[in-house]
């Protein structure tokens, strides 16, 4: 089967996942081959794009143009690289104001789908914790848990909640490798 798009979770798929939200770039810390994957699946024609709750905004820790920054900068190190991610999709909410977006609900993706014509049953999710997969599923993607970020700990606890990804890989570097070899 062919893919249509990656879609990527943020923190602890290509970043540092930390405990408080990122405020700059300097703060921001690429997971090792993170850029690389990216950019393997750019030159394989693969469409990407990175999904992200990024609740601190909405708790006024850190604001939308700290975030946008951030994100701007990572567009362009990407580029740079000779990769491209397509878009960057965020939910900026707190988590207790319902909003459709919030992961684990499937809007980003949705939003996405949408706005590039991605046929999401074509589509994969890579993520670091239930509630990546949870939107991955919901919006009738197949799906990838990496065991960076909060992964290792997820592997243990998302069969208890009957969440079963397609695959598990170690980080992004596999989980790009075996999406490839599965086209």
């Known amino acids: 089967m062919s893919v249509s798009a990656v879609f990527l979770d943020r923190d602890g798929v290509i970043c540092e996942d930390h405990v408080e939200p990122v405020a700059s770039w300097e703060g ?5 081959g993170a850029i690389e994957g990216v950019v393997a699946l750019s030159k394989a024609g693969v469409r990407v794009f990175v999904f ?3 609740a601190g905004v909405g708790r006024g820790v850190v604001t939308r143009g700290q ?24 939910c900026y909410h707190a988590p ?12 980003l993706l949705l939003d996405a789908a949408s706005e590039h014509g991605v046929d999401l049953s ?6 670091d914790m239930g509630r990546d997969l949870e939107a991955g599923r919901g919006a009738g993607c197949r799906t990838i848990l990496v065991r960076t970020g909060k992964g290792r700990e997820e592997v243990e606890t998302l069969a208890a909640r009957g969440i079963s990804p397609d695959l598990v890989a170690e980080d992004l570097a596999e989980a790009v490798a075996r999406i490839l070899a599965a086209r």
């Open 96 to 107: 207790d104001e319902g909003c459709a977006c919030r992961k684990p609900r499937p809007g």
């Open 67 to 90: 975030v946008e920054a951030i994100h701007g900068r990572l567009l362009a190190e990407v580029e740079a690289a000779g990769g491209r991610i397509e878009g960057i999709y965020a």
């Open 122 to 127: 074509r589509a994969w999710v890579v993520g």
């Open 52 to 54: 992200t709750n990024q």
């Open 28 to 32: 921001f810390h690429v997971l090792p």
